[in-house]
């Protein structure tokens, strides 16, 4: 699978989403360019973490009009895959490809720790290759990380399957106090109606080998390779 | 030239944490009769007429840019 | 084009005298003021006698500290040689090396805090990455007064918000640091940022203006009026009207800085970038006389041409602006167009201001008005040194000679070890680095929290751990010995992690250098940390001085961090601090060897290593007696001892004991792999010492019984002792000394004390 990670200015995850891509999964990767038109034929479009544009006025509001993300909306259009991490969530909703928003975290810090997801949905192109109950240890890193929609969405994407992964405690029960922004109903991960986008606030490119304390992040990278593959 | 104040507010039926915290730190200085803090952003333009409607240009702006629909409201006034 | 009129070549000889008053006001004194007249034959213009100020002050002529900085090795050959940047640089094999600084951003942090301790980040940054490397890690030591103050309060939050703001906006990881807080922090607070890179040994890039007609390309962010005069500012005590040097303040935008280091490490590939600096203190001013000074060369530039975001600036605060985010480049003619080409692909101007002569001058125009015409040399290295006097404080008579056997055993040794661990200094630092990504870059092999931490570098089988360290407290009680266990206890840090020792850069703040005492307490530090930086054989390659961190009130405790460089052959046998697994043998090595004299002093602490602990501050609010005593030899023995246990995969822990003593080091162990311990010491002293005591040269380790053997034998080998303390079992914290059970609590119940003593202060609650 052909993967593409986007570059804003501001993004800072990109090159770790390249590496671990080409050096870790071993499948094909390419930058492309906020200013391109043309993803260069990537099956799977990767919106990365940072502070596109700074992040001022909203984060992800000024990167959604870069002429990338028409591109992105085009190949998404057409059932392409693409997942945005982080701050590519934010954008990703922002461009209105995602449901909801995400605004501060509850607690008004930064907040970089490890932190313990159970997926809600084993069916999607994203959570494939993880277990039912299983706890995936992988680190957030966000300031603005809190999940909000209106209680139609957040009602409508519940019953759609489109949460795929809750915040939950080392056990993988999903309790408040697992929840490390005040995200709504712990929510740390969305997909599309369709299924082909996803977006998630912790960052599996993170967690992609032992020594950085955790693979986990490999989970969420691979199924997609999978899905594609069935 | 028009001048045009856009304030940008999260909606009501959001938490507004940062305001939160502002209130108990006014409380702490002894304002025990401020009922609720909202914290917004007030942004200034100003811009050259160009023929189109202004207040069309300037609500499109909002709707696409300046605030996000799905978690803010906004207003705005148009001065000369 | 600049347009040199016959008339205007060079300043006219009739300039007027400048007004005592206005140089004073801009920090030059009288005699300063006379030699720039005798350099330029004239009197100054109100241009240049700003350049001067700026140059010639302490922060960036280090006309006190130089004379005594020339102690450290490399430091002296570097300016007797090639220049001071090419020496910022530590090999670590196969064909990379490791760049890092140290800078103190104290006084901007003191008046505006987020915006004081953001700029020190962005600050260094850029010196990291004008040398062509790429930042791949962000460090800082700070020090505050006690957070029972609300401004202390407002203070620390703000300077973790501000680091936090600009370090993870870059993407540069925050991954070690130290915070302490004591009495003497109060309104001098200290804010140090250390950040390091890596580069490829053959593409260090220089800071030289050579070759003459080469084009000046200014880079980044436009000027403003911020941050004019910053660098005589931080060159004077804090007063009452502190508050009012706000305007001094720069404002970081860590948005534009991440750009400006993708975009110059692109540009530097094009090959076309001969020179590159950063405009930091001094600004423009500093960057051009520095990289022409370096090569040589002179400059001659146009104000006009800076961009601007006022409109109506002086030459004067054009010169003088410390706007953050701009850089200087020095580029091949004819390619001026290939190097902008790249800048302006990130959105950043590059913009030609002038070009390199061959005249020694720096030449400042604004348009065809020659405003400033000096040499540049005289600007950059010709700084009067002062050779301050130096006298032996009074207060160390009276604090040496407190009898350290007055001190009471506590009533109960629980609620001492709760007191400690409770102590903010102490205590868990994770609400402060929650605030920082020190994950970004997908390097980090040992977070935040351990002794060191740990990046491992791609490509190759490596790893490198940084560390900054210093107690202030050991310095103000014997500042050449305290500058040594700065240094020591930095190297023992890595140490632990399995790292060994490579290099040092040094950020020291003192009060006053014009006060005899003071003086006398900076010239021991860097003779100390001179001393033992030689014997550990590791250079420093780059540091700071900042002086004047005086109130009216207080003056700071003599600060010398030390930053300080490891390098672990295989990241994958690295260590952490905590307990790993119920059954571990827990044992103690002590770098001092046993004598014959002591056969009954299995290693512990005699009464004098409570000298300077944080014991006798927190319990007894007592900052007497001299610091615990350091042989270097012994120590070296301990540490290549660690690192070789730590390389066979002996060791399941390793963790330094320092603050605190023995029953701290162990605590933290236990809390930090939620398992519990229990251990006996035979000690030849009270259990207070035992427990608490800061004996140097000690670290605490545990292994699996079986391979006791096996580390028996590397002790005897490295002569150092091992003294088996007892085993990493349960859910309690047991400690006996000479039998008797002295300490005893969950490990639940200490690790609350410990992880909740930061957040309680600064939320009011847990």
């Given at each position: 699978m052909k993967f593409g990670v986007i570059v804003f200015p501001g993004s800072n995850c990109d090159q770790d989403a390249y590496y671990a891509v080409r050096d870790v999964l071993k499948e094909p990767v390419e930058y492309i360019w906020h200013q391109e038109h043309d993803?260069?034929?990537?099956?799977?479009?990767?919106?990365?973490?940072?502070?596109?544009?700074?992040?001022?006025?909203?984060?992800?509001?000024?990167?959604?009009?870069?002429?990338?993300?028409?591109?992105?909306?085009?190949h998404t259009d057409k059932g392409g895959y693409a997942i945005g991490i982080c701050n590519g969530f934010q954008i990703l909703c922002e461009a209105h490809l995602l449901p909801g928003a995400l605004v501060s975290n509850d607690c008004l810090k930064f907040v970089c720790k490890y932190v313990q997801l159970t997926p809600a949905n084993l069916n999607t192109p994203w959570t494939n290759q993880c277990k039912n109950g299983q706890v995936l240890n992988i680190p957030i890193a966000h300031q603005g990380g809190n999940f909000v929609c209106d209680q139609e969405t957040l009602k409508r994407i519940e019953d759609n399957g489109q949460v795929i992964l809750r915040y939950c405690d080392e056990a993988g029960r999903v309790t408040p106090e697992a929840n490390p922004n005040g995200s709504l109903n712990n929510i740390a991960g969305v997909?599309?109606?369709?299924?082909?986008?996803?977006?998630?606030?912790?960052?599996?490119?993170?967690?992609?080998?032992?020594?950085?304390g955790s693979a986990d992040g490999l989970n969420i990278l691979r199924s997609v390779i999978e899905w594609a593959r069935r | 030239m028009?001048?045009?104040?856009?304030?940008?507010?999260?909606?009501?039926?959001?938490?507004?944490?940062?305001?939160?915290?502002?209130?108990?730190?006014?409380?702490?200085?002894?304002?025990?009769?401020?009922?609720?803090?909202?914290?917004?952003?007030?942004?200034?333009?100003?811009?050259?007429?160009?023929?189109?409607?202004?207040?069309?240009?300037?609500?499109?702006?909002?709707?696409?840019?300046?605030?996000?629909?799905?978690?803010?409201?906004?207003?705005?006034?148009?001065t000369e | 084009m600049l347009i040199k009129e016959p008339g205007s070549k060079t300043v006219s000889k009739n300039t007027e005298p400048i007004a005592p008053e206005v140089y004073r006001e801009m920090g030059l004194i009288d005699s300063e003021y006379q030699k720039i007249v005798e350099v330029l034959g004239r009197h100054p213009t109100y241009t240049e006698v700003g350049m001067y100020s700026v140059m010639w002050s302490e922060h960036c002529g280090y006309k006190y500290s130089r004379p005594i900085l020339r102690l450290f090795k490399k430091y002296k050959e570097a300016l007797e040689g090639e220049g001071l940047e090419n020496a910022g640089v530590i090999d670590i094999g196969d064909g990379y090396?490791?760049?890092?600084?140290?800078?103190?951003?104290?006084?901007?942090?003191?008046?505006?805090?987020?915006?004081?301790?953001?700029?020190?980040?962005?600050?260094?940054?850029?010196?990291?990455?004008?040398?062509?490397?790429?930042?791949?890690?962000?460090?800082?030591?700070?020090?505050?007064?006690?957070?029972?103050?609300?401004?202390?309060?407002?203070?620390?939050?703000?300077?973790?918000?501000?680091?936090?703001?600009?370090?993870?906006?870059?993407?540069?990881?925050?991954?070690a640091g130290e915070v302490v807080f004591d009495d003497c922090y109060s309104g001098n607070c200290l804010v140090n940022a250390m950040s390091a890179g890596i580069v490829r040994i053959d593409d260090i890039a220089s800071a030289c203006a050579k070759g003459v007609g080469n084009s000046v390309l200014y880079v980044g962010s436009s000027t403003g009026c911020d941050g004019i005069h910053g660098a005589t500012f931080a060159s004077v005590e804090l007063g009452p009207d502190s508050e009012n040097r706000r305007p001094n303040v720069q404002i970081g935008d860590p948005f534009q800085e991440k750009l400006l280091i993708e975009a110059t490490i692109e540009a530097l590939k094009t090959g076309f970038v001969v020179g590159?600096?950063?405009?930091?203190?001094?600004?423009?001013?500093?960057?051009?006389?520095?990289?022409?000074?370096?090569?040589?060369?002179?400059?001659?530039?146009?104000?006009?041409?800076?961009?601007?975001?006022?409109?109506?600036?002086?030459?004067?605060?054009?010169?003088?602006?410390?706007?953050?985010?701009?850089?200087?480049?020095?580029?091949?003619?004819?390619?001026?167009?290939?190097?902008?080409?790249?800048?302006?692909?990130?959105?950043?101007?590059?913009?030609?201001?002038?070009?390199?002569?061959?005249?020694?001058?720096?030449?400042?125009?604004?348009?065809?008005?020659?405003?400033?015409?000096?040499?540049?040399?005289?600007?950059?290295?010709?700084?009067?040194?002062?050779?301050?006097?130096?006298?032996?404080?009074?207060?160390?008579?009276?604090?040496?000679?407190?009898?350290?056997?007055?001190?009471?055993?506590?009533?109960?040794?629980?609620e001492a070890l709760e007191k400690l661990l409770g102590s903010p200094s102490i205590a868990s630092k994770e609400w402060v680095y929650r605030q920082y990504d020190h994950m970004v870059q997908t390097n980090t092999a040992i977070l935040p929290g351990a002794d060191a931490a740990a990046l491992r570098i791609r490509g190759t089988k490596k790893a490198i751990a940084l560390v900054c360290d210093c107690n202030g407290r050991y310095c103000y009680l014997d500042p050449f010995v305290g500058a040594q266990i700065a240094v020591a206890e930095a190297a023992r840090n890595?140490?632990?992690?399995?790292?060994k020792a490579l290099g040092v850069t040094d950020c020291v703040s003192f009060g006053n250098p014009e006060k005899p005492q003071v003086f006398w307490q900076f010239k021991r530090a860097i003779e100390g940390m001179a001393e033992a930086c030689e014997a550990f054989d590791t250079p420093v390659i780059s540091g700071n001085v900042s002086f004047y961190n005086e109130t009216p009130e207080t003056a700071i405790y003599p600060t010398p961090v030390v930053g300080m460089l490891g390098l672990i052959e295989d990241a994958d046998k690295h260590c952490t601090p905590e307990f790993k697994r119920e059954g571990d043998v827990v044992a103690l090595l002590t770098g001092r060897r046993i004598t014959k004299d002591s056969e009954s002093d299995p290693g512990f602490c005699a009464v004098n290593d409570l000298g300077g602990s944080e014991y006798l501050k927190v319990m007894h609010n007592v900052v007497?007696?001299?610091?615990?005593?350091?042989?270097?030899?012994?120590?070296?023995?301990?540490?290549?001892?660690?690192?070789?246990?730590?390389?066979?995969?002996?060791?399941?822990?390793?963790h330094d004991c320092s603050d605190g003593g023995l029953a701290v080091a162990l605590a933290e162990s236990s809390i930090g792999g939620k398992l519990g311990v229990e251990a006996s010491i035979v000690a030849d002293c009270s259990a207070s010492v035992a427990l608490f005591g800061e004996a140097q040269s000690r670290a605490v380790i545990s292994l699996p019984p079986d391979k006791l053997g096996e580390l028996g034998e590397l002790v005897e080998k490295h002569a150092i002792e091992c003294t088996i303390l007892g085993k990493v079992q349960g859910d309690r914290f047991k400690i006996d000394v000479n039998g008797v059970t002295v300490i005893d609590r969950e490990v639940e119940q200490i690790t609350r004390v410990w992880k909740n003593a930061i957040p309680e202060r600064m939320e009011g609650r847990a």
């Open positions: 993803l260069k034929g990537v099956d799977c479009v990767i919106v990365p973490g940072g502070f596109s544009y700074g992040d001022y006025l909203r984060t992800g509001a000024v990167a959604r009009f870069s002429p990338v993300m028409e591109a992105v909306k085009e997909i599309n109606e369709r299924g082909n986008v996803a977006g998630m606030m912790p960052h599996p490119e993170r967690a992609v080998e032992k020594i950085l | 028009a001048k045009v104040k856009v304030y940008v507010t999260l909606k009501p039926s959001l938490l507004d944490a940062q305001g939160r915290v502002v209130q108990t730190a006014l409380e702490n200085l002894g304002y025990g009769n401020v009922e609720d803090v909202r914290i917004g952003k007030y942004i200034e333009l100003e811009v050259k007429e160009n023929g189109q409607t202004l207040d069309t240009q300037i609500e499109e702006m909002c709707r696409k840019l300046l605030a996000n629909p799905v978690i803010e409201n906004y207003r705005f006034e148009v | 090396g490791i760049v890092m600084k140290m800078e103190t951003h104290n006084h901007p942090s003191a008046v505006e805090p987020f915006q004081g301790a953001a700029t020190g980040v962005g600050g260094i940054l850029r010196d990291i990455f004008t040398m062509g490397a790429r930042p791949i890690a962000c460090l800082n030591s700070l020090r505050f007064g006690p957070l029972d103050d609300a401004h202390n309060r407002y203070l620390f939050e703000n300077v973790v918000a501000g680091i936090a703001h600009y370090g993870n906006c870059v993407g540069v990881p925050t991954i590159i600096q950063d405009m930091g203190a001094a600004g423009i001013t500093c960057s051009t006389c520095e990289t022409s000074a370096k090569a040589g060369t002179g400059m001659e530039i146009d104000v006009l041409k800076v961009p601007r975001r006022q409109s109506d600036m002086t030459p004067y605060e054009v010169m003088l602006s410390e706007s953050q985010e701009r850089m200087l480049a020095i580029v091949e003619k004819g390619h001026e167009d290939d190097v902008a080409a790249v800048f302006k692909k990130w959105g950043l101007n590059a913009v030609v201001i002038g070009h390199v002569t061959d005249d020694g001058l720096v030449h400042v125009w604004e348009g065809d008005q020659l405003v400033a015409e000096v040499p540049a040399k005289s600007l950059a290295d010709d700084a009067p040194t002062y050779y301050l006097e130096t006298e032996e404080p009074e207060y160390l008579k009276e604090v040496r000679c407190f009898d350290l056997t007055k001190i009471p055993e506590p009533a109960d040794y629980n890595l140490a632990c992690v399995g790292a007497a007696g001299q610091p615990p005593a350091l042989d270097i030899e012994a120590e070296k023995r301990l540490h290549t001892c660690l690192i070789e246990a730590i390389s066979s995969n002996l060791l399941s822990s390793a």
